[in-house]
């Protein structure tokens, strides 16, 4: 007697659904251009700008990613004890110890004690993972092997933000917020996705957002003119106290460098591909119908990737039409 045993890696899981969340706030990027004094075609047409969503002052990357989860789930008609885990792709935290994720639970648990209970979400696992414009790739890589693990198992993957750049900078019309939550599930119903998976990891510093550092100097030297007496006192509780020199000050807004941050962009993708080509021991691009980029801006992935089609060519010459039909410059640049 013989049994068809099907081992949990070779059952499919992916995403089996997605729902957005946008702020109802947004500004016409044409308006800020002109405010500005930006060319707005640059914007338009060549980064593919339109509008800019802004949250409104009741909202922040946990309230979008809780709309985001709520609509999830009840298009789906999914019971909030079926999902076990949340997990969170962010760089936009606004507690130092509890995740993004916890802050969630806590609304939806609110959200639907109604028709459940105060404890809908006891059993679900909460976390967030932070690294800019990956962490919602970690956090959905993470919940694919929990799903392949127990393909019973139904998990929750947010990429929730809220981006903003210094007033007046060059990443001002770049900013935005939203979030969007994915259901993981095997056998999924939108996208498979397949192991193994191609990585590559430097730590680089052409966007960060470091704490920044003041002495109590220092502020007490520039507020106590605006003073009537001059005098100053910044022993605040919970937020300075005496015995403290310093303010340590969280601002959401980065530290950045465009060109390079470009840079390093195309570096690792080229190396990631290469470490992807190596494990499947073959050369995607020529197996390839469409490929997916993650898009700062539109074009962005059309500037970064024709390097690896072009050393691609050596393999596949049918490569080099598709690169020259990209950017016919491309050719004289090499």
Same mark, same amino acid.
Request: proline residues 5%; contains cysteine.
């Given at each position: 007697?013989?049994?068809?045993?099907?081992?949990?890696?070779?059952?499919?899981?992916?995403?089996?659904?997605?729902?957005?969340?946008?702020?109802?706030?947004?500004?016409?990027?044409?308006?800020?251009?002109?405010?500005?004094?930006?060319?707005?075609?640059?914007?338009?047409?060549?980064?593919?700008?339109?509008?800019? #969503?802004?949250?409104?002052?009741?909202?922040?990357?946990?309230?979008?990613?809780?709309?985001?989860?709520?609509?999830?789930?009840?298009?789906?008609?999914?019971?909030?004890?079926?999902?076990?885990?949340?997990?969170?792709?962010?760089?936009?935290?606004?507690?130092?110890?509890?995740?993004?994720?916890?802050?969630?639970?806590?609304?939806?648990?609110?959200?639907?004690?109604?028709?459940?209970?105060?404890?809908?979400?006891?059993?679900?696992?909460?976390?967030?993972?932070?690294?800019?414009?990956?962490?919602?790739?970690?956090?959905?890589?993470?919940?694919? /092997?929990?799903?392949?693990?127990?393909?019973?198992?139904?998990?929750?993957?947010?990429?929730?933000?809220?981006?903003?750049?210094?007033?007046?900078?060059?990443?001002?019309?770049?900013?935005?917020?939203?979030?969007? #939550?994915?259901?993981?599930?095997?056998?999924?119903?939108?996208?498979?996705? /397949?192991?193994?998976?191609?990585?590559?990891?430097?730590?680089?510093?052409?966007?960060?957002?470091?704490?920044?550092?003041?002495?109590?100097?220092?502020?007490?030297?520039?507020?106590?003119?605006?003073?009537?007496?001059?005098?100053?006192?910044?022993?605040?509780?919970?937020?300075?106290?005496?015995?403290?020199?310093?303010?340590?000050?969280?601002?959401?807004?980065?530290?950045?460098?465009?060109?390079?941050?470009?840079?390093?962009?195309?570096?690792?993708?080229?190396?990631?591909?290469? !470490?992807?080509?190596?494990?499947?021991?073959?050369?995607?691009?020529?197996?390839?119908?469409?490929?997916?980029?993650?898009?700062?801006?539109?074009? !962005?992935?059309?500037?970064?990737?024709?390097?690896?089609?072009?050393?691609?060519?050596?393999?596949?010459?049918?490569?080099?039409?598709?690169?020259?039909?990209?950017?016919?410059?491309?050719?004289?640049?090499?």
């Amino acid at each position: 007697m013989k049994t068809n045993h099907v081992s949990n890696r070779e059952i499919p899981v992916g995403i089996d659904d997605l729902s957005l969340y946008v702020p109802e706030i947004y500004l016409p990027v044409a308006e800020l251009a002109a405010h500005r004094h930006l060319d707005y075609e640059k914007l338009n047409k060549g980064l593919g700008l339109e509008a800019m #969503a802004v949250a409104d002052v009741h909202e922040d990357a946990s309230t979008m990613a809780a709309n985001a989860v709520k609509d999830l789930l009840e298009k789906n008609g999914i019971a909030p004890h079926s999902i076990g885990r949340i997990y969170v792709g962010s760089e936009s935290s606004s507690d130092g110890s509890k995740p993004i994720a916890s802050y969630v639970l806590g609304m939806l648990a609110d959200y639907y004690k109604k028709n459940y209970s105060a404890n809908a979400f006891l059993n679900t696992d909460a976390v967030d993972m932070t690294f800019a414009c990956i962490a919602g790739v970690d956090a959905l890589l993470n919940t694919l /092997d929990w799903v392949r693990a127990d393909p019973t198992r139904t998990g929750i993957v947010v990429c929730t933000d809220n981006a903003k750049y210094e007033l007046g900078s060059s990443g001002e019309y770049t900013q935005g917020a939203g979030a969007i #939550a994915l259901l993981i599930k095997s056998n999924p119903r939108l996208l498979a996705i /397949d192991e193994p998976v191609g990585v590559a990891t430097v730590s680089e510093h052409d966007f960060f957002k470091p704490l920044r550092r003041v002495s109590r100097h220092r502020l007490a030297e520039a507020v106590k003119g605006n003073l009537p007496d001059g005098t100053v006192n910044f022993s605040i509780p919970g937020i300075l106290s005496p015995q403290e020199n310093y303010l340590e000050v969280h601002k959401i807004f980065p530290v950045f460098d465009g060109p390079y941050s470009n840079e390093c962009y195309a570096s690792r993708l080229k190396a990631a591909y290469t !470490h992807f080509s190596r494990l499947k021991a073959s050369h995607c691009l020529h197996d390839w119908d469409r490929i997916v980029f993650h898009l700062p801006y539109a074009s !962005h992935g059309r500037r970064i990737f024709p390097e690896i089609f072009y050393d691609e060519n050596s393999r596949h010459p049918g490569l080099k039409e598709q690169v020259l039909a990209i950017d016919p410059r491309f050719d004289e640049n090499r």
